[in-house]
Structure formats: structure tokens, C-alpha cells
């Protein structure tokens, strides 16, 4: 028990083979430009970024602490050996 599947299709005129072919032609013709102005674009693109002058970065950190807290374990610290001699 198989299942067959045929396409009974003529074509009457040869014009419509010609008019796919033509199609074809244009989409082949279209997607050969779309790639070679893909391709000058990357060009063009690497060359703005690797030839281009680099700008430095400049970073500041600051960091912040508090004094207090540190005075404070320093002054217990010399309290302690002050006390303990």
C-alpha cells in the first residue's frame, strides 16, 4: 500500500520557461551586486576602524575611606600597648 503522487503539468508555450529563467537571471544579478557591496562595505569598515587614530582613554578612580575608622583602631592599638608596659 503505497502512496504515489504525480504532477501532471504541461506546459503549452515555451515563453513561460524563458520568463522563469529571466527571473532567475535577475535575482542571480541582484544578489551578485548585494555581495559585492557587502564586501566593500566590510572592506570600507575595516579600514575606518584599524586605520583610524586611537584615542586615548583616560580613567580617574577615587577611593574612599574613612579616617575615623582607621584613627580609631590605631588609637586602641597604642592604648593597649601603652597600658600593657
Known amino acids: ?3 504515489t503522487v504525480s504532477f501532471h503539468h504541461t506546459v503549452h508555450n ?6 522563469i529563467e529571466a527571473c532567475f537571471l535577475a535575482i542571480l544579478i541582484v544578489a551578485g551586486f548585494a555581495a559585492v ?8 569598515g575595516c579600514m575606518g576602524t584599524c586605520c583610524a587614530r586611537s ?3 583616560t ?5 574612599y575611606f ?3 575608622f582607621l584613627s580609631a583602631q590605631s588609637n ?3 592604648g ?3 597600658t600593657a608596659s
Open 76 to 78: 586602641r592599638a597604642l
Open 14 to 19: 515555451c515563453d513561460d520557461i524563458r520568463t
Open 66 to 68: 574613612s579616617l575615623r
Open 37 to 44: 557591496f557587502t564586501l566593500a562595505g566590510s572592506i570600507i
Open 80 to 82: 593597649s600597648r601603652m
Open 55 to 57: 584615542s586615548q582613554v
Open 1 to 3: 500500500m503505497g502512496i
Open 59 to 63: 580613567m580617574v578612580t577615587k577611593v
